[in-house]
């Protein structure tokens, strides 16, 4: 089976633009990818282990499904191979052909974007649902754009980012709960917090690179979520914290009652439940423009210029005299203050917090998000966002198979275009015009 | 002391578990340079084979002895070995020589892919399974204190032992071997002189997976209850395991295995079971600060 598959990946390698395979190869190869597909479902799908009502584990065989199984491995594998020839499947960094349509469209795509996002609540008149998941895709993008700062432009692999999430949720949890203090003070604070834990986890990472740093920031989180579910006095555990006041419009509360010192009584609107989700879907659209203002603004100043180099090569920046420590420390704690603010909101919105929002698989999510947006473009995080978390709710009615799915969809994007959707990045410096270039000219870093 | 032996036997076992999955982390880390994010969830198939395997011959009334704990042991490395060669060939094979995020990424996406698709195939319930192989040795008696080295845990022992001796010698001995160590040296140069790089790095694939499906068949006869999600944080432990020993040594991995599975089982006897995980991974921390490239690992060279 090794041999025969080895023959094919050489073939494959060569050919690029050949023309389709003849039937009957492709009928063979069809054949050899549906026993594959048997020998990896007979056992895990053919043979369901059950707890039966004594107990005791039994089998239910269900070959029907190994059989449908095959059978869609089969038809799928021959359908490729006839309608692509040999070129399917095989990673490209060129820009496609809706990539160049999108570049030439680039220069109103973004401000489009914004402008569709400016506008969302007004043209779903209200949709609970679409404002909902306006705000969970909102939420990402900020989450996304603050770890761009980390990955993308310092070249710091950290797989560890909802620890400063969960610090941001955790801190204004407990700050409005315990001291009262109102969202838009606990905010900043949380922001503060979250850099604080930035610094404080970027110091002993300093030495460290690549993938030593990648397993460090991972342990780093797991080790926030572990106490944050054991410290039971303080976090209240896996019960988490409840009863987190609500956002107020600048002091004016959002209530149903009318009074003249709530939103609806103030501003003499009709009281609506739809007016907080809109404040909320405004408020985390303006802390996402936030987090983005500033990237862009900081990838002009020295310290984003530094970012990058140190991106590029470390060692050529201790050279020139750059301050590794500085630069590195800045940008975890400013990724971490965004993650820390974007926590906060979180926290605000749900009313309740628990670990269980903070696991690792979070982290994955969000450097997807940053992966598959391209590392360092800003446009290419917000669509991976929308893509991602968007596509993900749109196939709710898949249940159980939904996450299934996600991954699978990951795994592919990854395969196709490993440099990201947006394959192409705009240089913080040129000389003279400032020209895109391929994802793949940007250096990744290695910590 | 009584109590201490206990642990030690504990954690000797429990560090066995890690240090083979660690080997297959630190292979392919080696090989291609790669965090296979997924290998903790082939271990966790492995365990899941290794159940049906036990389930079916105790179906036709053969499940007791050593034969059935073997037949098990190899059912499961087979096709577990399967799906480490599949994984390979259709998510890792495509962005060979790509950046470097890339295949982590898609090991990450393999990892929610194989959780889910074991979770909707098997349900997402527990499975418990009485034990094989009950009772053990009592090694002391102190006081009301008997400290017991079970038949299981001297399997694991044994078992272990006796599959990283093989593997010790098919990397030091055999063509295959001497491949997999040229290809982790240089890959390109490797291939120059001969070597079937794809091949090499398909088997180092097929040899980690099966080397999981080991750990996964001992931690089902040892604990007796396994679920989808085992292998999130058994893969997380045992890759701290791995850079703890230095990543890309292979008795780095075992002793990081071992090292990992004394911290927790010490830490869960004499101060809190809840923070074993925190522990393990500060002492992972701590052991970096000091030694950057973990206990066995080769200093980096950097070039400009």
Known sequence: ?447 | MAYALQQLINGISLGMIYGLIAVGYTMVYGIIGMINFAHGDVFMIGAFIALITALLLSAGGMLDGPAAILLMLLISMAFTAFYGWTMERVAYRPLRGSFRLAPLITAIGLSIVLQNYVQVSQGARVKPMEALLPGGIEVMRDGGFVVQLSFTQMLIIGVTLAVLAVFTLLVTRTPLGRAMRACEQDRKMAALLGIDTDRTISLTFVIGAALAAVAGTMYLLRYGVIDFYIGFLAGVKAFTAAVLGGIGSLPGAVLGGLLIGLIETFWSAYFSVQYKDVAAFSILVLTLIFLPTGLLGRQEVEKV
């Open chain 1, 1 to 447: 089976m090794t041999q025969a598959s080895d023959d094919r990946s050489g073939e494959s390698r060569g050919g690029l633009n050949r023309p389709p395979l003849p039937i009957p190869r492709a009928l063979r190869d069809a054949a050899i990818a549906a026993a594959i597909a048997f020998g990896l479902f007979a056992v895990m799908v053919g043979l369901r282990t059950e707890v039966s009502p004594t107990g005791a584990l039994v089998l239910r065989q269900r070959w029907a499904e190994v059989a449908m199984l095959c059978g869609i491995v089969f038809a799928g594998r021959l359908a490729l191979t006839l309608w692509l020839g040999r070129r399917a499947l095989r990673p490209t960094t060129a820009p496609g052909p809706w990539a160049v349509r999108l570049q030439q469209a680039g220069r109103f795509f973004a401000p489009a974007l914004l402008a569709a996002a400016l506008v969302l609540p007004i043209v779903s008149g209200g949709d609970r649902y679409l404002l909902d998941l306006g705000i969970l895709v909102l939420t990402y993008v900020m989450l996304g754009w603050g770890l761009n700062i980390v990955v993308g432009l310092a070249g710091l692999l950290d797989l560890g980012y909802v620890a400063f999430y969960g610090i941001g949720a955790y801190s204004y949890a407990l700050l409005s709960t315990h001291f009262g203090l109102s969202f838009w003070i606990g905010l900043p604070l949380a922001g503060i917090m979250a850099a604080f834990w930035g610094v404080l986890l970027g110091f002993p990472v300093l030495r460290l690179r690549g993938d030593y740093l990648a397993i460090v920031t991972l342990a780093f989180g797991e080790i926030i979520r572990v106490v944050l579910n054991n410290w039971v006095s303080l976090t209240g555990g896996p019960n988490g914290v409840s009863g987190i006041p609500r956002p107020s419009f600048f002091g004016l509360p959002f209530s149903m009652s009318g009074e003249p010192d709530t939103f609806a009584g103030f501003f003499g609107l009709e009281p609506s439940p739809s007016h907080r989700v809109i404040f909320l879907y405004y408020l985390i659209l303006g802390l996402a423009l936030l987090t983005n203002w500033v990237t862009i603004r900081l990838r002009r100043q020295p310290l984003g210029r530094a970012w990058e180099a140190l991106r590029e090569d470390e060692i050529a920046c201790r050279a020139l005299g750059i301050n590794v420590t500085v630069t590195k420390l800045s940008a975890f704690a400013l990724g971490a203050m965004f993650g820390g603010f974007a926590g906060a909101f979180f926290a605000t919105r749900q009313a309740f917090v628990s670990p269980e929002s903070f696991t690792f698989i979070e982290s994955a999510i969000i450097l997807a998000i940053v992966v598959l947006g391209g590392l360092g473009s800003q446009v290419g995080v917000a669509v991976a966002a929308l893509v991602m978390i968007g596509g993900f709710e749109l196939f709710r009615d898949l249940g159980e198979y939904r996450m299934l799915v996600f991954g699978g969809v990951m795994v592919v994007i990854m395969i196709l275009r490993p440099r990201g959707l947006v394959g192409t990045r705009t240089p913080s410096v040129a000389l003279g015009e400032k020209r895109a270039i391929g994802g793949d000219l940007v250096g990744e870093g290695r910590g």
